[in-house]
Nanobody
Framework: EVQLVESGGGLVQPGDSLRLSCAMY????????VAWFRQAPGKEREGVGC????????HYVDSVKDRFTLSNDDAKNTVYLQMNRLKSEDTAVYYC??????????????????WGQGTQVTVSS
């Protein structure tokens, strides 16, 4: 069965960094791209970024593209989301999901059949 497991969240101060992990089970980049989403209390879920196997292609939404970076460890079948210069508005539960597309508007037009359980990121002074 396809499964994804997020980890690495925590409570940090503005300006700090965190690295989130998404461990993939039952699939690889040959099967799906991987997308990251987040949802803050009282807000809709929003896409953050995605990574596909096509020349390591990545995409980020404008609000994070200068601060967040995606990478992967193929041997561990894991995708990482490095988050730098965190802001209070980054506070949310972060989810990774198997994705059918990776590019502009991926959150609106992609299909996401498999999701992780989420990991809490809190940025507060």
């Amino acid at each position: 069965e396809v499964q994804l497991v997020e980890s690495g969240g925590g409570l940090v101060q503005p300006g700090d960094s965190l690295r989130l992990s998404c461990a993939m089970y039952g699939f690889t980049f040959n099967d799906y791209a991987v997308a990251w989403f987040r949802q803050a209390p009282g807000k809709e879920r929003e896409g953050v970024g995605c990574m596909s196997s096509s020349h390591g292609r990545t995409h980020y939404v404008d609000s994070v593209k200068d601060r967040f970076t995606l990478s992967n460890d193929d041997a561990k079948n894991t995708v990482y989301l490095q988050m730098n210069r965190l802001k209070s508005e980054d506070t949310a539960v972060y989810y990774c999901a198997a994705a059918t597309v990776c590019g502009p508007n991926f959150a609106r037009y992609g299909r996401f059949d498999y999701w992780g359980q989420g990991t809490q990121v809190t940025v507060s002074s």
